[in-house]
């Protein structure tokens, strides 16, 4: 879902393995991006507006079928073309 909604950066699946803690788990890569700073959270509620999603909290989002979370400066890149970049986010389903 990641991809459907931030191509510019989208993830490739490499392969499996086991984290720090044992757990098995998929190894995932993107694109290296250069930024020229962490997006502000009024760019990200912009962004996320015209893709369609409304704001919950300030680093919370929602449309009909997906709820985006941690989409906090820290994780969102302004990149030196002026794009914005989701690198870290956590998207899930909606219930019923």
Known sequence: ???QFF???AYSMIG???NSQHEFCAVLIQPYIKAEREATENEIAQYM???GFEMDYV???HNKQYEIFDAVPNNVLYGID???YFIDTQIRGREG
């Open 1 to 3: 879902v990641h991809n």
């Open 82 to 84: 002026g794009a914005l």
């Open 59 to 61: 680093d919370e989002f």
């Open 16 to 18: 499996f393995s086991y």
């Open 7 to 9: 191509a510019n950066v």
């Open 49 to 51: 507006q015209a893709l």
